[in-house]
Nanobody
Framework: QVQLVESGGGLVQVGGSLRLSCAAS????????MAWFRQAPGKERNFVAK????????YYADSVKGRFTISRDNAKNTVYLQMNSLKPEDTAVYYC????????????????WGQGTQVTVSS
């Protein structure tokens, strides 16, 4: 089992930046691919970004490409999401997810999820 805890959310103005963190604990000796998803009020949860086990490969949703950067520090069992040039439509609860895999994968099926952290972008 792996436990994921997100942090770093908050209230920010349009054009501002935030960095989310996701700390993993438990069975972290396995290789995990990680991802960020988000869910806005009244909407479905959507994919944001993902990163492979080594950190050598990443993939982003079109809506955040060029503004968000996913990275990881395996020594700290932590994944990050740097969010720049934030827009009101980025307002959502952001979730960290993990699955046992070396690669990025081709779907949005993840085994472990965090509790989420709220990001609110005010205009």
């Amino acid at each position: 089992q792996v436990q994921l805890v997100e942090s770093g959310g908050g209230l920010v103005q349009v054009g501002g930046s935030l960095r989310l963190s996701c700390a993993a604990s438990g069975r972290t000796s396995s290789a995990y691919a990680m991802a960020w998803f988000r869910q806005a009020p009244g909407k479905e949860r959507n994919f944001v970004a993902k990163i492979n086990w080594s950190g050598s490969a990443t993939y982003y949703a079109d809506s955040v490409k060029g503004r968000f950067t996913i990275s990881r520090d395996n020594a700290k069992n932590t994944v990050y999401l740097q969010m720049n040039s934030l827009k009101p439509e980025d307002t959502a609860v952001y979730y960290c997810a993990a699955r046992i895999s070396y690669g990025l994968g081709y779907d949005d099926n993840y085994d472990y999820w965090g509790q989420g952290t709220q990001v609110t972008v005010s205009s």
